[in-house]
């Protein structure tokens, strides 16, 4: 009889503890993850910093063809074209000039050298991850090319069995766009490839009145990769391409 009460204890006891267990998972539990304002993995919730996040699942929801598309939704943001698809476009963060804000491909800085800008013109959303942006002076981080803010696209990360996409799209001016995807992972290699082609006979970058005024038409070839490898336990290292003809 002692033996079966002990038994019983210690079961409830074990119940009890698993409880907890549990609870203090779903305690520990994280919620969105933002690098680009602290330049390392912090919960959203706990970041001081104006931040928005346009994840893959809004990328694909919202079927444009370029990163300078997703971009317009954004508070804060301005985004400029002079004229159709191929036409300088510009972004600027909170009024600041565009050559104060910086943009980021995987880490790597973007911006003109010369001008201080970058051109969005030709920037599609193929194999794009997500895209964190940082509203505000970020030049204790960044440098003074941060001034208005940071654009981060970070470019997707293969994961699972091999997985291929393709799609075809069409539109007004004779607009037509055919993609092409392949993703694969494991827990040591991953892997990512996307191809596009975008062709547009446009509309003219001339006002109505110009002599000039007649279709500009644009066709846009992109092929992005991205290959990464676990070297140690908190170690890995990535190589991304991308490629643009446009």
Same mark, same amino acid.
């Given at each position: 009889?002692?033996?079966?009460?002990?038994?019983?204890?210690?079961?409830?006891?074990?119940?009890?503890?698993?409880?907890?267990?549990?609870?203090?998972?779903?305690?520990?539990?994280?919620?969105? +993850?933002? @690098?680009?304002?602290?330049?390392?993995?912090?919960?959203?919730?706990?970041?001081?910093?104006? @931040?928005?996040?346009?994840?893959?699942?809004?990328?694909?929801?919202?079927?444009?063809?370029?990163?300078?598309?997703?971009?317009?939704?954004?508070?804060?943001?301005?985004?400029?074209?002079?004229?159709?698809?191929?036409?300088?476009?510009? @972004?600027?963060?909170?009024?600041?000039?565009?050559?104060?804000?910086?943009?980021?491909? #995987?880490?790597?800085?973007?911006?003109?050298?010369?001008?201080?800008?970058?051109?969005?013109?030709?920037?599609?959303?193929?194999?794009?991850?997500?895209?964190?942006? +940082?509203?505000?002076?970020?030049?204790?981080?960044?440098?003074?090319?941060?001034?208005?803010?940071?654009?981060?696209?970070?470019?997707?990360?293969?994961?699972?069995?091999?997985?291929?996409?393709?799609?075809?799209?069409?539109?007004?001016?004779?607009?037509?766009?055919?993609?092409?995807?392949?993703?694969?992972?494991?827990?040591?290699?991953?892997?990512?490839?996307?191809?596009?082609?975008?062709?547009?006979?446009?509309?003219?970058?001339?006002?109505?009145? #110009?002599?000039?005024?007649?279709? #500009?038409?644009?066709?846009?070839?992109?092929?992005?990769?991205?290959?990464?490898?676990?070297?140690?336990? #908190?170690?890995?290292?990535?190589?991304?391409?991308?490629?643009?003809?446009?």
């Amino acid at each position: 009889m002692k033996k079966t009460w002990i038994l019983s204890l210690l079961l409830l006891g074990l119940g009890f503890s698993r409880t907890g267990l549990a609870e203090e998972m779903k305690e520990l539990e994280l919620g969105e +993850v933002v @690098v680009t304002a602290t330049k390392t993995e912090k919960q959203l919730e706990q970041v001081t910093s104006s @931040v928005s996040i346009i994840t893959h699942a809004e990328i694909e929801q919202k079927k444009v063809d370029t990163v300078a598309g997703l971009l317009r939704a954004i508070c804060g943001l301005d985004v400029t074209r002079s004229g159709g698809s191929g036409q300088n476009t510009s @972004v600027r963060l909170r009024g600041a000039n565009s050559g104060h804000t910086l943009v980021l491909v #995987d880490g790597v800085q973007v911006n003109s050298p010369t001008l201080g800008s970058f051109d969005f013109a030709n920037l599609t959303v193929d194999n794009i991850e997500r895209i964190e942006i +940082v509203r505000g002076p970020q030049s204790t981080l960044y440098g003074s090319d941060a001034m208005g803010g940071v654009i981060n696209i970070i470019t997707r990360k293969g994961a699972g069995k091999p997985r291929v996409s393709l799609t075809f799209g069409g539109g007004t001016y004779q607009t037509y766009r055919e993609t092409a995807s392949l993703t694969a992972g494991s827990e040591n290699v991953n892997f990512s490839l996307a191809a596009s082609h975008l062709e547009t006979e446009g509309i003219s970058a001339a006002s109505e009145g #110009d002599s000039n005024h007649e279709d #500009d038409g644009y066709t846009n070839t992109t092929i992005s990769m991205k290959l990464g490898a676990q070297v140690f336990q #908190d170690a890995q290292v990535a190589v991304s391409l991308r490629y643009i003809d446009a």
